[in-house]
């Protein structure tokens, strides 16, 4: 209850400046898209993920970077961009095919952590009962969010190339499906 608080209090403030220049939040649509897809020939620093598992065709995949700790990590993406902190966000329609590659670029060389949402109904948020989710390093999921340590990676200043497995809910936490559960993935 206190984070949210802080994080309400947070969005009650006036933008923050820096160095004289006030942060900008843009509007939800548009948040840690601007210079986040990779170029074509990409020198980096980025990230190729390669995203498989996916459950179905359905809906949106979603490939999101955060600052490497875990009071960032899935944080509201209003409030790191408010803070100046570290976010990009990839969004494309989810493909034909399963296997597919998704390309983020980082601000710098460093650590960071990376998501990736299956949003099978497109509402833009996670649904617990209905989306998959994904994270760098493939940590083993449970019911809470992992820890940002289990996920961290080094982006150094070429193109770091990641397989992110999808998990979907299965039972009380979630997991990778097996080929027998992905519907129409092939």
Known sequence: MIGRLAIAAALALPPMTCAGAAIVVPPKAERG????????????????????????????????????????????????????????????PVPAVDGTTMCIRA???????????????????FGFLRDGVGFSNNPRLGRRKPVASAVALTVGPGVAQVQIVMNYRRGLGFGPLSGAERTSAR
């Open 33 to 92: 898209k601007a210079g986040a897809a990779c170029r074509a020939g990409e020198s980096g620093p980025a990230v190729r993920v390669l995203v498989s598992g996916l459950k179905d065709r359905d809906g949106t995949i979603r490939l999101e970077l955060y600052p490497a700790n875990d009071e960032d990590f899935l944080a509201p993406d209003k409030v790191l961009i408010a803070a100046g902190k570290p976010f990009k966000r990839v969004e494309q």
């Open 107 to 125: 601000p710098a060389s460093g650590r960071y952590a990376l998501s990736v949402l299956h949003d099978r109904d497109g509402d833009g948020k």
